[in-house]
Each structure stands twice: as structure tokens, then as C-alpha cells.
């Protein structure tokens, strides 16, 4: 199999996985949420984004969270950040 069909292969395995997770763990309304749940929800803010628009009712953070599950929160988004525009540019040098 070529190098560029299996480096697509895996990012789209990756996206799945990320989708998937995103969608099965929603975020419940009215819930409280600790710091463990912030590095989670953190992480999945942009998949929980993209599902938000196409499903009413999704939520991309929780309404109701500790102090902790805000920094956390925070800190997973900027972490996560990184990782997308790392794959934009493994998805650019693939298609190069």
C-alpha cells in the first residue's frame, strides 16, 4: 500500500475515533463536572463543535462545572488546538 494512502487511512481512523468518542460521552445538561471531565470535553471541543451544529442540544461545555473542570477545560483545548493544525499540516505535506 502506498505511504499516502496509509497516512490517510490513519487520520481518517483517527477523526472516527474522535468523532465517535465525542458523540457516545455528550455532555448532559444541568450535570456537574469535576476536573476529570474537563480533560475529556477539552480535548473533544472541536468534534463536539462540529456535532453541535448539525445536532440541537449538543453541547460543546458543560453549564455547570467546578473551577477545576474550567482550567482543565482550557488547558485540554489548547493542547487539542495543537494537535488539529498539526494534522492540517500532515494532511497539506500528504496531498503535496
Known sequence: MNTAVKN???I?????IIFSAAYFFSIEAGKLYGWFAGIFHGMWVVPNYVISL???GHLVRATSYTTAYFNIWWIFFVITAFYY?????RMVLIFK
Not at 481518517?12 to 472516527?16: D, G, H, K, Q, T
Not at 493544525?85 to 499540516?89: C, D, H
Open 8 to 10: 490517510i487511512l490513519r
Open 85 to 89: 493544525v498539526s494534522l492540517i499540516f
Open 54 to 56: 448539525v445536532m440541537d
Open 12 to 16: 481518517v481512523i483517527e477523526l472516527a
